[in-house]
């Protein structure tokens, strides 16, 4: 089933996972994850593309396994930095071969030692993969893209941000995914500045459930989100106490998702970290506001 099926029938939910980074390549640990998360019913799970090397295959073989062996929608991530024609030909053939349906489409980020400037490419932005993929196979995916509501750390200010994403969605992204913010505000900035520019699509909130402070801190350095003065001053006060972080991490998203949804929001998906056991526990929290719409 393709994404924007389930996203024109309710608010959808959705878990983000990666492929485990093992030196023996072992990637077996993952579908324990997946067990469990399956248990929880998502209407989809997508998982992380790290462009070269083995974990590209990672992608495709459990996203092939979500959707044949779990019976759950899956959406392959897949990034074009640093790609070939002929690698995505076959990444892409071998998604289709699997019956995957649905491909977030990403320039990716840039690889260790990478020259944006310099190096030869073939793509430099994700609307060129999505080009890509609508002219080679019509009608066969439900293409998605990534967007950010506190604008990409490569783009100059938000006008500049909205105008490549308008190019996104022209290309062939029927759905947005954002970036992780903790601060709402500026998932509405963006929805409304989109909107105004014509972007019309369905865009799902990212959140992350930040259970401990240091990942948080790093994660928020990462994509250059803002972390808003009351969950700043949590993390101040209950950094040395894992417990009483994890409960305010799994509050504060649970309270992002609560607006969120009462807000009318497209969709939550919820970067998991490969941790079942957060998920769940927002789950426990949000049940009822999620059951609301299945029983609509
Ligand atoms: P683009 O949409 O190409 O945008 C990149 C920059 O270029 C932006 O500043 C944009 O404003 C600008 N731009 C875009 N098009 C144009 C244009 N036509 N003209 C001028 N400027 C333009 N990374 C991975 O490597 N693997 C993953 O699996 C992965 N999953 C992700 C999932 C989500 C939901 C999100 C939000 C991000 C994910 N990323 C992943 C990270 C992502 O690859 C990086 O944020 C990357 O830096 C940008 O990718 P993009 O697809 O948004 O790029």
């Known amino acids: ?45 997508s998982v992380t593309y790290g462009a070269g090397g083995s974990t590209t295959e990672n992608t495709v073989e459990i996203a092939s396994k979500i959707k044949n062996d779990y019976n759950i929608e899956a959406v392959a991530h897949l990034s074009c930095i640093d790609a070939t024609p002929k690698q995505l030909t076959r990444i892409i053939n071998s998604l289709k071969t699997n019956n995957i349906e649905n491909i977030l489409a990403l320039r990716g980020d840039y690889p260790k030692g990478y ?4 190096a030869p ?21 439900c293409l998605s893209g990534a967007c950010y509501p506190e604008v990409h750390q490569d783009a100059v200010s938000l006008e500049e941000d909205l105008q490549a994403l308008k190019k996104k969605v022209d290309a062939g992204a029927e759905y947005l995914i954002t970036q992780i913010f903790f601060d709402n505000n500026y998932y509405y900035r963006l929805v409304r500045e989109a909107r105004i520019r014509g972007i019309n ?38 950094k040395n106490n894992p417990y009483a972080m994890k409960e305010v991490g799994l509050n504060y998203a649970t309270y992002q998702i609560i607006d969120l949804i009462t807000n009318g929001v497209d969709g939550i998906h919820l970067y998991t970290m490969n941790k079942p056991e957060i998920a769940k526990e927002i789950l426990l929290r949000t049940n009822n506001i999620f059951a609301e719409f299945i029983n609509d």
């Open 121 to 141: 490419h073939y793509y430099k932005y994700a609307s060129e993969l999505n080009e890509f993929i609508s002219k080679n196979y019509p009608d066969t995916f």
């Open 1 to 45: 089933m393709k994404i924007i099926d389930l996203l024109h029938q309710r608010p959808t939910l959705s878990f983000e996972i990666f492929p485990p980074k093992n030196h023996d390549g072992d990637i077996s640990s993952i579908y324990n994850t997946i067990d469990e998360l399956a248990k929880l019913k998502p209407d989809f799970i």
């Open 201 to 238: 699509v369905p865009i799902i909130a990212g959140i992350m459930p930040a259970t401990n402070s240091k990942s948080l801190l790093n994660i928020a350095k990462l994509s250059g989100c803002n972390i808003p003065y009351n969950l700043s001053a949590m993390i101040e006060r209950f």
């Open 115 to 118: 020259d944006p400037v310099n």
